[in-house]
């Protein structure tokens, strides 16, 4: 699964990184945005599921305070954490476990 921790500022790695995970096969990485507590959402057409931190509590948890991207594996553990969440990172990791 990704998880990408963002403030809505969708333009700059969100729609790269949702690119990535739809070239995979069906199933493999399915994607979802978790938007910052405070957060604007984003107008247009979204790339993923997006889910709203109104209470901050992913941020604790995971430890964030900027626009972050995890990967967490099959089993639970987290496989990739991208500070920034730029697609070369993710294409590096991805490459790593599907090659």
């Not at 599921?49 to 305070?65: H, I, K, N, T």
């Amino acid at each position: 699964m990704l998880l990408v921790y963002t403030d809505g500022a969708w333009d700059s790695y969100v729609p790269r990184l949702a690119a990535l995970t739809g070239g995979l096969p069906a199933g493999r990485l399915t994607a979802y945005a978790v938007l910052t507590e405070g957060g604007t959402a984003y107008a247009g057409a979204t790339p993923m599921p997006v889910y709203r931190d109104a209470r901050g509590e992913f941020a604790l948890r995971y430890g964030v305070r900027a626009p972050t991207a995890f990967v967490v594996r099959p089993d639970g553990y987290l496989g990739a954490r991208l500070c920034p969440p730029a697609a070369e990172g993710l294409a590096e990791y991805l490459e790593g476990v599907f090659a």
